[in-house]
């Protein structure tokens, strides 16, 4: 083997690391507590700047509000929690959260399943059914709840997570 052919070859395996480096790299999932905290905010949207308001909130008699959420994605609570803060919702796993379903005609459905925290108060429940990142800034996260389920594309922006927009999924 001359020369030539051995710096050639060392040239190319030094592109071939560099590349699998790289991908590396640029292949690391974030963290789905962030994304996920960015997509409830968006499907709660409606209510947080309403409920945001202390006055408003003790009117409609809601201090905090507790919603359980069942995922077999690994969250970080407290980090839930924290990014939820600015917003009335208080994260609990659905672990810690008991349940009561009560049979009947409710139109479309024939029972009703009632969610409460640890305290005993009425609590509303979410799914988080999957988080996937196409890339370290880039989340879907597909939420289900009662009457039916949305996918939120999370984008992260100057260290932040929001969520860019979303599309239903399915509706009852």
């Not at 640029?26 to 700047?49: G, M, W």
């Not at 594309?153 to 399915?170: F, N, P, Q, V």
Request: aromatic share 10%.
């Amino acid at each position: 083997m001359d020369k030539t052919s051995v710096v050639g070859l060392t040239a190319i395996a030094g592109f071939v690391a560099g590349g699998v480096w790289l991908s590396a790299l640029l292949d690391r999932s974030p963290d789905p507590t962030e994304p996920v905290a960015a997509a409830i905010k968006a499907d709660f949207s409606e209510y947080i700047p309403y409920l945001k308001d202390p006055v408003r909130r003790a009117e409609a008699g809601i201090d905090k509000a507790a919603i359980c959420i069942q995922t077999e994605e690994l969250l970080d609570y407290p980090i839930l929690a924290d990014r939820l803060a600015d917003s009335f919702l208080h994260p609990i796993p659905v672990a810690d959260c008991t349940s009561k379903t009560v049979e009947g005609d409710f139109g479309m459905f024939t029972a009703l399943t009632y969610w409460f925290d640890k305290d005993g108060a009425e609590a509303g429940k979410i799914d988080v059914v999957a988080v996937r990142c196409p890339t370290p800034s880039r989340c879907f996260v597909d939420i289900d709840h009662r009457g039916g389920g949305n996918r939120y594309e999370a984008i992260r922006s100057d260290g932040r997570w929001m969520a860019k927009w979303h599309k239903m999924r399915w509706v009852v």
